[in-house]
T-cell receptor, first 114, second 117 residues
Framework: AQTVTQSQPEMSVQEAETVTLSCTYDTSENNYYLFWYKQPPSRQMILVIRQEAYKQQNATENRFSVNFQKAAKSFSLKISDSQLGDTAMYFCAFTKAAGNKLTFGGGTRVLVKP | ETGVTQTPRHLVMGMTNKKSLKCEQHLGHNAMYWYKQSAKKPLELMFV???????ENNSVPSRFSPECPNSSHLFLHLHTLQPEDSALYLC????????????????FGEGSRLTVL
């Protein structure tokens, strides 16, 4: 079974600064996908960024980037130039490439302070 | 309407009541999911449906009964719940296992906040 661990329950960051969220996972699979989802206080979960395990290049989406270390089974998210709208719960998630069942971490609450 | 819509957004029920949660997706997806989100716990997958067929039941108690009449609609029927069942219930959809690549991305509704008294 796959497990996903987010060791930081809560983090705060000043507006315009950078924050990095950690995520580690455990799997015996070789092909899989990793995700970061954002859940703002309004509750709808939305996808922030996605990484295919077979790609060595780290995914980036505007101010969001990941550091994917396959051997270490680590998948951290960096939020650059933090904005007030980035305040939310962030969930790391894993799925096998041939499956459609996501396993989520416990989440990290990010608070962006003005 | 777009995306995934869940109703009701809030529900309060007694332990002897019968109620249902509804989910509808307008994305043309073939897979639908129920997740339970409790405070201080990771999201728990409850059920998965692919092309209206249940493909996953994650050891969910029988007081939760899912129904998927078609690929666009998903229900969660609730009966004789316990206070510990109070949580946010999230519905999601994805492309589904259609013999082709599924990116694995889920699209979520806003959830139904359930309180069991």
């Amino acid at each position: 079974a796959q497990t996903v661990t987010q060791s930081q329950p809560e983090m705060s960051v000043q507006e315009a600064e950078t924050v990095t969220l950690s995520c580690t996972y455990d799997t015996s699979e070789n092909n899989y996908y990793l995700f970061w989802y954002k859940q703002p206080p309004s509750r709808q979960m939305i996808l922030v960024i996605r990484q295919e395990a077979y790609k060595q290049q780290n995914a980036t989406e505007n101010r969001f980037s990941v550091n994917f270390q396959k051997a270490a089974k680590s998948f951290s998210l960096k939020i650059s130039d933090s904005q007030l709208g980035d305040t939310a719960m962030y969930f790391c998630a894993f799925t096998k490439a041939a499956g459609n069942k996501l396993t989520f971490g416990g989440g990290t609450r990010v608070l962006v302070k003005p | 309407e777009t995306g995934v819509t869940q109703t009701p957004r809030h529900l309060v029920m007694g332990m002897t009541n019968k109620k249902s949660l509804k989910c509808e997706q307008h994305l043309g997806h073939n897979a639908m999911y129920w997740y339970k989100q409790s405070a201080k716990k990771p999201l728990e997958l409850m059920f998965v449906y692919n092309f209206k067929e249940q493909t996953e039941n994650n050891s969910v108690p029988s007081r939760f009964s899912p129904e998927c009449p078609n690929s666009s609609h998903l229900f969660l029927h609730l009966h004789t719940l316990q206070p510990e069942d109070s949580a946010l219930y999230l519905c999601a959809s994805s492309l589904g296992l259609a013999g082709g690549p599924d990116t694995g991305e889920l699209f979520f509704g806003e959830g139904s906040r359930l309180t069991v008294l």
